[in-house]
Each structure stands twice: as C-alpha cells, then as structure tokens.
C-alpha cells in the first residue's frame, strides 16, 4: 500500500470519526424536543433510550459477520449515510411508530458503524505502525462539540428538528460519501475478508482473554454516561450551582476529552499505551473522588475536567489493544468489544440514578471512581513492550506516512 493511499484513508476515516460524533451529539442533546413532537411518555421514554444502545449492539454482532464477506469499509460507507438519514428521519414523523422506526434504524445501523469504523482505525494504525488511533477519536470528540453546538442553536431559535438536522445532513452525508471512496485498511485487514476474518477468525478469538477489555470498555463508558446523564443534575441540586452554570461541566468534559485525545498519541508513543492507559485511569479516578467530596461548583467543575483528560485515552487504546491481542482476527474480536460499549452506556446512567435516589449522589460518584481504578488491574492486557507504537518502541518495517 503506497503511503498516499494510507494518507488518504487517514484522512477519509478521521471525517467519518468527526461526522459521527456530529449526528449522534444532534440526536442525544435533543431527546427532549424528541419526546415533545413525539408525545413520549416519561415512562415509555426510557424503554425508547434503552432501545437504541441494545439495537446497537445486534448491529456490532451483525456485522462481526458480515465482514467475514466483505471489507469493513464497504460496511462503513453504507452504514453512515444509513445513520444520517434515521436522524432525519427522527425530526420528520409525527407518529408514534415513526419514531420508533427511525430510532430503531439509528441503532442497527450506528452499531454497525462503531464497530467498522474502529476495525477501519485499528487496521491502519497497524500499516502506519505508530499510534494513530487517538486522533480518530479526538474528530469524533470535536464533532460532538459541534453537533451540540448546533442542537443548542436549534433549541435557542426554537426551530424544529427537521429543520435542525437538515443543514448538517445536507452538507455531511455528501462529503463523508464521497470521502469513503478513499477508506484504506491495513494489508491483514484486506486479506482477512473472508479469509482469516471467517470462522476460523471468529474461532480464535478467545473470550476469556478478551473479556479484560470488555469490562474496560463497560468501566470506561459507565463512567462517560455518568458525566453526560449527571454532571448538570449533581452541581445544580448537590454543590448548588446555577441552571446555566450546572451546563458548564459537560461542555468542559467534552473540551478536556478533545485535548487529551489530540495529544494522547504522542503519549503512547513515547511511554507506551500501558502506561498512558494507567495514568488516564488515576486520572479519571482521582477526577470522581474530587466530585464526591467537593463543596462548591468549581471544585465540582475542577473534578469534571480530570475526567475528561483522564477518561478521553482509554477507550480509543482498548480498541487499539484487541486489534493487537488478535492480529489475524482483529475485526471479530473488535465487533465483540463493541458490545461493551453499549453494555456500559446501558448500565451507567441507572446505576448512579439508583444509587443517588437511595444513598446519595456523592456516594454514587464512588462507583464509577472504583471501576475506573479497576482498569489497572487489567493493564497489562493493553500490551507487552514490543506492542507499543512510536518513539522507541516503533516496529522495525513502520511506514512513515505523516
């Protein structure tokens, strides 16, 4: 593969990366304006918002196997317009059914999408042979902070969502379309395809040795959700902040987690994804125990922001560390941690909203903390030494493409 075609595909997956964060940021910053058109219950609302994550994760299983058929790219470039056109779809009906039409077609198709997009990013950061995989994950970061600026506009001028998603749909399904001519893999990627990534693939991966990274995955987004689902609520009704400063916490967390994944890879390739792993989950930890204990927003706000540094790194080199732990099954053993993903996002926001209601909410803010720090006791499965990407740890045959 010649290093044009790696820069090109580079750049064409980073769009893809940015482009998701935008439309999922639209859809999860205005469930409320979703339940007005709709007229969702509060009761039914929940059964929809579980829907989505649970539909996501069939589509990661549907398309463990459908990429022991064809190139994950091919998966990618169908599934995201897929996506971006459900999201539509959400902000046009006005029944019932509609809604749970669109919703469930975001779910299957945004599964699906996770998981070739990360198999995708896995597959060139092994031809580019240094960490790459942080980057992807800061676009889809920034994306996020522009699809929520964009849900704020539209909620500020009281426009409607169609009228919302439109702009972003017409301008962003065009160019990740025509950017997705450039996707490129890894050279053990494209020879998987029904090759090494068939049943023989599937049969080599073992879950007991992938299961370290599946509970990192669901540690690492149950502490997420709890940020994006309770960070308002707790600095508003427990450190007793302002409605519009209880808004400021997730905006930083979100900023926090762009910066730290822009530079995180550099961190891994000069120490090494282990220890930038161990490091953003002491981070991540010591940011919850500041937020249990803090007696006032700032002190609050101060916790958030080491979450997002310390949280941002971990999920991106889980991904990284499963593509490395199975070389030639790396799509299948993806595809299953994926799952995770959902599992956590599941689960989080319930938890602490349990626990919270029950005990209290500072106490709840331990639970994510001790999973988090659970993350060091599995990050050795993150890699040996010889795993490592760049600074003294690159591999002899890394191709440098920029």
């Not at 039409?101 to 031809?127: E, K, P, Y």
């Not at 040795?209 to 600095?235: E, H, Q, R």
Request: hydrophobic share 50%; proline share 3%; aromatic share 10%.
């Amino acid at each position: 593969m010649t290093d044009a075609r790696l820069r090109h595909g580079r750049a064409s997956l980073t769009l893809s990366f940015f482009v998701q964060g935008v439309t999922f940021a639209l859809l999860v910053t205005r469930i409320p304006a979703i339940q007005d058109r709709y007229g969702i219950s509060d009761g039914l609302l929940p059964v929809f918002l579980a829907a989505v994550p649970i539909l996501a994760g069939v589509g990661s299983v549907v398309t463990e196997k459908v990429v022991a058929r064809v190139r994950p790219r091919v998966v990618l470039r169908w599934a995201q317009p897929v996506v971006m056109l459900a999201l539509l779809g959400a902000g046009a009906g006005n029944a019932l059914w509609e809604a749970a039409l669109a919703l469930g077609v975001f779910g299957l198709s945004v599964g699906a999408l996770d998981a070739s997009m990360n198999m995708m990013g896995v597959s060139l950061q092994r031809a580019y042979g240094r960490s790459i995989m942080l980057g992807f994950h800061a676009a889809y970061s920034l994306g996020g902070i522009a699809g929520a600026s964009m849900a704020w506009a539209g909620a500020h001028w009281d426009l409607s969502l169609l009228v919302s998603y439109l702009p972003a749909v017409v301008v962003l399904l065009p160019a990740a379309f025509i950017g997705s001519r450039w996707y490129a893999e890894g050279a053990s990627t494209e020879a998987g395809a029904g090759e090494t990534q068939g049943k023989g693939a599937a049969a080599s991966v073992s879950f007991k040795l992938l299961m370290p990274l599946c509970l990192v995955m669901s540690f690492a987004y149950i502490g997420d959700s709890t940020v994006s689902n309770w960070s308002a609520k707790y600095l508003q009704d427990v450190l007793g902040s302002s409605e519009q400063l209880s808004t400021v916490p997730y905006n930083v967390y979100m900023v926090t987690t762009l910066l730290g994944r822009a530079v995180g890879d550099f961190g891994v390739r000069r120490f090494g994804a282990v220890a930038v792993v161990r490091s953003g989950s002491v981070l991540a930890a010591a940011g919850f125990a500041v937020v249990a204990v803090a007696g006032g927003a700032w002190t609050g706000m101060l916790g958030f922001t080491m979450l997002g540094l310390g949280l941002c790194v971990i999920v991106p080199q889980t991904f990284a560390a499963a593509g490395r732990m199975f070389p030639g099954a790396s799509d299948t053993a993806i595809a299953r941690l994926n799952i995770f993903n959902y599992v956590g996002f599941l689960v989080g926001s319930p938890l602490v909203g349990a626990l919270g209601d029950a005990w209290s909410y500072r106490g709840a803010m331990l639970v994510p903390m001790v999973l988090v720090l659970a993350t060091l006791v599995y990050a050795k499965s993150f890699g040996a030494e010889s795993a490592r990407y760049g600074g003294g740890h690159e591999r002899p045959r890394t191709v440098d493409v920029g």
